[in-house]
């Protein structure tokens, strides 16, 4: 049972998606009170069963993906005239369509935009893509790593005698793509609020990592300064703002950007007479080449404690199992868990964000492909032997 409080109680969320961008969004929508109906693909038994086919392998992770939580996954075949309509009949009671096809591809299966809304005019129809509905590279195919490269964020990542480092698929999918298209769509929400119509949303992931180096682009434009790779402040190119390697091999991050922190961090180490190098942009490198042997001295949790203790800015680099036992995820509420299908325990990353007046809800953790179809059916009015026809006909799984 949703709880009513929650600003997204009785909506109905329509994810149409395939990947990670935009089934994150919609995660994020159903942490929030949405009602979330995966509409997925028919897959062939032989692609289900395959010990080859790497999607058996993820459906059978997918109960313990965070990006499944709270919703309901049904197939339908959207190229068969009943499954077409029955798609249409549940687009018809949606607040909300999330789909991430190639530009076209659902206006050709005559679920676009224009043919929905003319059902349902308070439709609110984000489509998730690429490089965007519209422009010259509209119809290429990419992933994360060729959108951030082509906005420009890929060259500012890495150091500055090296190559670009991709950065995990952090940037283009979830940032650019996911959260830009959760706003996106919030944002049409609020304005049908005000004007009782929905609208078209249209999120490239490109647009979105585009936005996130706004400063850098502003900066070219107002002195013609093209950010160099490892040598800004925000990317490896300042002394008091780095990655370094401790005694015990792992590293520490510090950032000593104003000077009341570099001061400090300068007497800790009983070294007074770098005080004035924060200053002295030619004395970088050579402040660069002075820290490194130092934090050699000291492995990365005494450095930790030790800055810790006198108020500095520092954090060790943690891995995934270190960040999971740290204290501040825990107190922050940041793990949740749900009793998994076997009776063990899963445990998801959950919702980020707090709230004074309201909590998140966790009705369930992800579920398997297809298990909700003959429930979501059932609400539209289709009878066991509807159902069963429907299979035969190859129209939903």
């Given amino acids: 049972m949703v709880d009513a409080k929650l600003p997204l109680s009785g909506m109905k969320v329509i994810d149409v998606t395939r990947h990670p961008p935009g089934r994150h969004c919609t995660m994020l929508l159903s942490d929030m009170g949405a009602e979330v109906i995966e509409v997925e693909e028919i897959r062939t038994e032989v692609n289900v069963s395959s010990e080859s086919y790497q999607g058996a392998l993820y459906e059978r992770e997918t109960p313990f993906s965070p990006i499944e939580r709270n919703k309901q996954r049904i197939a339908l075949n959207l190229k068969h005239p009943e499954g077409l309509n029955i798609f249409m009949a549940l687009a018809e009671g949606a607040d909300v369509l999330v789909e991430a096809f190639r530009p076209g591809v659902m206006d050709r299966l005559g679920l676009g935009y224009k043919a929905l809304s003319k059902r349902n005019p308070r439709l609110v129809y984000c489509s998730l893509s690429g490089y965007g509905q519209t422009g010259p590279y509209r119809d290429l195919p990419g992933h994360d790593m060729n959108y951030v490269a082509m906005a420009g964020v890929l060259d500012i990542i890495g150091p500055a005698d090296g190559p670009p480092i991709p950065p995990h698929n952090l940037v283009a999918d979830y940032a650019g793509g996911a959260l830009h298209a959760t706003i996106g769509i919030l944002f049409a929400l609020l304005s049908r609020e005000r004007t009782g119509k929905g609208q078209y949303v249209d999120v490239a992931l490109t647009d979105g990592s585009f936005s996130m180096i706004g400063l850098e682009v502003a900066r070219y434009f107002a002195r013609g300064a093209v950010s160099q790779r490892g040598k800004e402040v925000p990317n490896g190119g300042s002394a008091t703002y780095n990655v370094f390697q401790a005694k015990d091999k792992r590293y520490v991050t510090v950032a000593f950007g104003e000077d009341k922190f570099y001061d400090g961090f300068c007497r800790l180490i009983e070294r007074e007479d770098l005080i004035s190098w924060h200053k002295e942009s030619t004395k970088n490198d050579e402040l660069l080449a002075i820290l490194r042997k130092v934090f050699l001295t000291k492995t990365s949790d005494e450095w930790t404690a030790l800055l810790f203790k006198a108020g500095l800015p520092v954090a ?82």
């Fill in 316 to 397: 060790k680099v943690q891995n995934i199992k270190e960040a999971v036992a740290d204290p501040q995820i825990r107190h922050r509420g940041l793990l949740v868990e749900f009793e998994g299908p076997d009776g063990g325990t899963i445990t998801q990353v959950g919702h980020p964000i707090k709230y004074s007046g309201m909590q998140p809800e966790y009705r369930k953790a992800g579920g398997y492909y297809a298990q909700d179809t003959d429930r979501v059916l059932a609400g539209l009015g289709k009878s066991k032997q509807e159902l069963a026809r429907l299979r035969v006909a190859g129209a939903i799984l």
